[in-house]
RNA sequence: GGGGAAGUGGCGAAACCGGCAGACGCAUCGGACUUAAAAUCCGAAGGGUGAACAACCCGUGCGGGUUCAAGUCCCGCCUUCCCCA
């Protein structure tokens, strides 16, 4: 047997008897093997969308992290899940199959199998026996069957919406299509028209969604952004009835208190009663302007820095404070794009001297201006949002802002022109596109207009074959020209009903993913009960901050509903959030701002340079994309490097959570450090398998000499460790593994066999598969991942003797050893011996000691 | 526009509660081994002034502040990256 490091046989050798051992395999309730008396750990990765082009480095970051964590949680006896399955179904699977002109089931299929042999040959410990596929219907049968529970509650209902529309392609666009409002896909001006779309009641359970963020141990920028989102807000309803109608137009504002000061109200372009209250004379401008603002993304239309634009729609309405005949009791009504439809009534009452888009737009088409807070006196912008004493307001003339709120408030309801209300940024959910490649919603429409659901016992309502499946130029589902699977009958009366031709969106198989893993091949029910009680919730879940926003709200909001159904023990489904950094790359431009591919580049001292003609280029950090092409493809590394060298880099670049820069010249780090591990261990130059001194532990009950000291320094290293595990920094752990290899290597002779072992057992979920060979070799019995993790033992942390920095003045100018237990008193005058001629002759006003680490004498 | 994150050597980074800035690596340079090279091992290295492994000064994006002591805390800016139904 060759006796050098060989990953590739070592790699192939180990991951081959992992798979024939089954070791992986978490064991749930009731199934042979499982012992109620072992915790659990649930470790989820966010699962991948399947693409073509395959894995690369960035994504594999997050996987190798949860990783470490599992297969320390195996070595510390819990009994783990750790599963991995297919985000399959979507837009982009679709898009790449009109592409290629194949199906998108065969080219999902391919593409899964392809990212299943990278993610095995990376090591990591997933239970395959797990896998699943959204786009399965063994997996989405039970997605519409949780719809189904969504509709009979009442969350799902059908709603105009505006959507994405491109003439130009004859399409349908989700929002990730379009973008500055033309289509990504060949630059195609859009616009937003309303359709017909299913909707998810996701703002019943804003509030839930809000205040149950308090409890979780997730990182507080993303519970942050998942606040910011809801965006809770406080404040009033007031209703202004129309001067020639019967109608009124309702408002929503956090500002109540500056009622006196609204001079015209302003409707979104979308507002129903726009068409209704514009008399003849008003109608040309007023529709030219709907149309105008169609066009623009939400992005456009509420930008600050742009101009407000908007027109008069030729009607008034009446102010419900002043008095008849009060010439301030009759306000305009005009139409505004800054003023979105979704949120609040799509109305607002403006304020123009207490904000500043309504003091914009008074200004630019000459409506009057009224403050009715009073500013500070060194206030010298235009409109004051801030809080003040209330001014030209009446009855309310002299309160402070809070006040004014609460007596309008109580005035609002005397008078039943309003009342208080909260609402909320977050807006219902528009769930179906008109696509193909997505879950079939489980509903029938009858010929008189209703809808029913299809019963359980009639699913799954399979997805059908389709050959072309593109969408169609009439905006229409590519489902309804599925003729024969259209047609059904009223699973109660049997009268003739055609089923829904729009699909989930891509969102769908990912908000119940997670329990779907706890019981995978339940063919009754979505997941056990007693699965699910055992499992849940998920211990740890590694993902991008990238979905810290929709996916994790529309996830939460899916776990409610099956909480409040007594179908999960949990209120969330995520106890513990990690997010992995980025992996960016460098990417090069010429002087034209072409990009270069990052190996047709020389690095030179100056710079860097284009292989062919030497023109100078720029280096620019960016995220890895084929487009950039800057993509870096973990086979190749695997290939040249081994898969352990890929996991140490990949988790020695820099803490799990920051984005940090790819650069394949610094693997060799790695690679080192494990070359020299394996020196460690074996001696290249011998046909033994292990270095003789290794074989059996010729130490005595003692501890002496270098032997101690390494002693020492492997405590101090396995404490390190432990502490990066916790925090999910790996690369400290690597950092202090490496420290004990450079300490070993300058004792030669001197590390025991127990010391090789623990240091082996803490390397082994970052290695796995050169620390399974050693441990191998060592002669124990078992594999490595399932051997008990090294404990510290602290008697070994604390030395006799401290080295403290002396400082005077703060600036540091000597050093000097004392014994750990030394006085304050002892510590000064080592300090002002040891401080010379900077504390001579000077008097020593004050001493500061910190025990361990300095003493600061300060001297005049 | 709104929201979030981050700026430390030539590069990736470390520094736990405010306590010796730059651990551990990469690249670089020097030495040992070698006929030679690779590999390996040993060593140097933030910047400046200096003959100096002497000594001092300056240094964590920029400008202020708090403190015996600030990469870390506070105030104001600049730049880059990520997300937006």
Redesign the pocket.
């Known amino acids: 047997m060759s006796n050098h490091y060989d990953h590739r046989a070592i790699e192939t050798r180990w991951q081959a008897a992992w798979r024939e051992q089954d070791l992986f395999r978490a064991r749930n309730p009731g199934t042979p093997g499982f012992d109620p008396k072992v915790k659990k750990y649930y470790a989820l990765d966010m699962f991948p969308y399947p693409s073509g082009s395959g894995l690369h480095v960035g994504h594999a970051v997050g996987y190798i992290g949860s990783d470490v964590v599992t297969r320390q949680k195996r070595m510390q006896g819990y009994n783990v899940l750790h599963p991995m399955g297919w985000d399959a179904f979507g837009l982009p699977a679709e898009q790449y199959a009109i592409q290629t002109g194949r199906h998108p089931r065969q080219t999902t299929a391919e593409n899964t199998a392809n990212f299943k042999r990278q993610l095995e040959r990376i090591g990591l410990s997933f239970d395959w026996s797990r896998e699943i596929d959204t786009s399965d219907v063994r997996t989405y049968r039970w997605t519409q069957w949780i719809f189904a529970r969504l509709f009979d509650l009442g969350l799902a209902y059908q709603a105009e919406a505006a959507v994405w529309w491109c003439e130009e392609l004859k399409t349908v666009l ?3 299509e379009v973008i500055n409002g033309r289509s990504e896909r060949g630059n195609h001006l859009c616009v937003r028209r309303p359709l017909k779309q299913w909707m998810l009641r ?1 703002t019943a359970y804003a509030e839930r969604l809000l205040d149950d963020l308090d409890d979780l141990d997730w990182p ?3 519970k ?2 998942q606040r ?2 809801i ?1 809770r807000s406080e404040g009033a309803e007031i209703h202004f009835p129309l001067e020639n109608s019967a109608h009124k137009i309702t408002v929503f504002t956090t500002r109540p208190d500056t009622l006196f000061g609204a001079t015209f109200l302003v409707l979104a372009p979308e507002h129903p009663l726009v068409a209704e209250l514009c008399p003849p004379s008003h109608t040309a401008a007023v529709q030219t302007y709907v149309q105008e603002s169609a066009r623009k ?3 456009e239309r ?4 742009k101009a407000k634009t908007g027109v008069f729609t030729g009607a008034y309405a009446v102010h419900p404070a002043f008095e008849a005949g009060d010439p301030r009791r009759k306000i305009p009504i005009w139409i505004a794009d800054y003023v979105l439809a ?1 949120y609040g009534f799509g109305a607002v009452m403006a304020v123009p001297g207490q904000d500043q888009r309504d003091y914009d737009f008074a200004r630019t088409y000459g409506l009057p201006i009224v403050r009715t807070v009073e500013p500070p006196g060194d206030f010298s912008g235009e409109a004051y949002a801030g809080a003040g004493r209330m001014i030209h307001s009446a009855w309310l003339d002299g309160l402070d802002t809070e006040a004014a709120k609460r007596k309008t408030i109580d005035w609002l309801i005397a008078t039943q022109a309003g009342c208080a209300r909260v609402t909320y ?3 219902d ?2 769930f179906s596109r008109q696509r193909y490649w997505g879950e079939p919603f489980p509903l029938l429409h009858l010929e008189d207009g209703s809808v029913v659901r299809v019963p359980d016992s009639d699913l799954p309502v399979t997805l059908p074959d389709m050959q072309d499946f593109r969408p169609a130029p009439d905006g229409s589902s590519p489902l309804a020209r599925a003729k024969d699977w259209l047609q059904a009958r009223d699973p109660k009366r049997g009268r003739p009903a055609r089923r829904d031709t729009d699909t989930m969106p891509g969102w769908a198989g990912s908000c119940w993913y997670w329990l779907r893993f706890m019981d995978p091949s339940n063919e009754r029910e979505p997941f056990s009960a007693e699965a699910e009680r055992y499992w849940g919730p998920v211990d740890l879940y590694v993902g991008g ?2 979905h ?3 996916h994790l709200l529309y996830a939460r909001f899916w776990h409610k509903v099956l909480f409040d159904l007594g179908l999960v023990h949990t209120k969330e489904p995520f106890a513990r959030l990690f997010n992995q950094g ?1 992996i ?1 790359a460098h990417a090069y431009q010429d002087a034209s701002g072409r990009l270069v591919p990052s190996d047709e580049v020389v690095a030179h001292a100056q710079g860097f340079q284009r292989r062919s003609d030497g023109a100078p280029l720029e280096q ?4 890895m994309a084929k487009s950039l092409k800057n993509v870096v493809n973990p086979d190749q590394i695997i290939d040249e490097h081994g898969a352990d060298t890929l996991r140490v880099y990949e988790m ?4 799990l959570a ?4 790819w ?1 394949t ?2 693997l ?3 690679q ?2 494990l ?2 591990v394996w ?1 460690m261990f074996v001696d290249e130059a011998s046909p033994n398998p292990l270095r003789p001194g290794l074989r059996v532990d010729q130490q005595s009950a003692t501890l002496e000499g270098p032997s101690l000291e390494l002693e020492k320094a492997l405590q101090r290293a396995l404490q390190r460790v432990d502490d990066s595990f916790k925090a999910l ?1 790996f ?2 752990a ?2 202090a593994l ?2 004990f ?2 300490e070993v ?2 004792r030669e002779g001197a590390l025991t066999r127990s010391q090789a072992e623990r240091f082996l057992l803490a390397l082994a979920p970052i290695a796995p598969h050169v620390c399974e060979e050693l441990w191998q070799r060592l002669g124990n019995q078992g594999s490595i991942c399932l051997a008990p993790w090294p404990k510290v033992d602290a008697r070994y942390l604390i030395d006799d003797e401290v ?3 002396v ?1 005077v ?5 000597a ?1 000097v050893k004392v014994a750990r237990e030394a006085t304050g008193v002892e510590v000064e005058q080592a300090a002002l011996q040891a401080a010379g001629t ?1 504390a001579e002759g000077k008097i020593v006003v ?1 001493t ?1 000691v ?1 025990p361990g ?2 003493v ?1 004498l ?1 001297v005049q």
Do not use: C
């Open positions: 989700a929002n990730e996701i507080e920028p993303i942050l952004q910011e989102w965006g993304s939400e992005l509420t930008d600050l820095a979704q940024k977050l807006r959910w528009l901050a990238a810290a926003v929709m980025l960016t620019i950090v960016t995220k020695f670049m820099g803490p920051d984005s940090k820069p650069n010249r610094d060799a780090g790695s080192r450090f070359e020299r020196r920094n690369n400290t690597i950092a490496m420290g290899v450079n290597t300058k080295e403290l920095a400082q003045n703060g600036r540091v100018r050093r900077w004050r500061v910190v680490k300095l600061n300060i």
